[in-house]
């Protein structure tokens, strides 16, 4: 059972993490975001073993994925926000996806319940 938190209200130019515990040992992660009226988006991914990690191509540079496996947990720091990140974040985790289809919503066979990221401007 994965479970995402560390959302909140922020200003422009502020920095956020979001955890996910619960993932376990050999799950890679991804992390998603959907705002109102929009599908979900996906932000960043990391393998299983941590040794790929994918990034949105908008999103580089300023989000960092990354787990600690010791805490069971996988961490999306979100710096430099802007206004159109606000959205409902959510974690995923699958011990079976394909590098391939990260980016895929539907190839995830976890998901946690999400976690809301408002940025005023």
């Known amino acids: 059972q994965l479970q995402a938190s560390g959302g909140g209200l922020v200003q422009a130019g502020d920095s956020l993490t979001l955890s996910c515990v619960g993932p376990?040992?050999?799950?890679?992660v991804g992390w998603f975001r959907q705002a109102p009226g929009k599908d979900r988006e996906f932000v960043a991914g990391?393998?299983?073993?941590?040794?790929?990690?994918f990034y949105a191509d908008s999103l580089k540079g300023r989000f960092t994925i990354s787990r600690d496996i010791t805490k069971n947990t996988v961490y999306l720091q979100m710096n430099s926000l802007k206004p159109e990140d606000t959205a409902v974040y959510y974690c995923?985790?699958?011990?079976?996806?394909?590098?391939?289809?990260?980016?895929?919503?539907?190839?995830?066979?976890?998901w946690g319940q999400g976690t809301m990221v408002t940025v005023s401007s």
């Open positions: 995923a985790a699958s011990s079976r996806i394909i590098l391939s289809s990260f980016r895929i919503p539907s190839q995830w066979g976890y």
């Open positions: 990391i393998r299983w073993n941590g040794g790929t990690i």
């Open positions: 376990g040992r050999g799950y890679s």
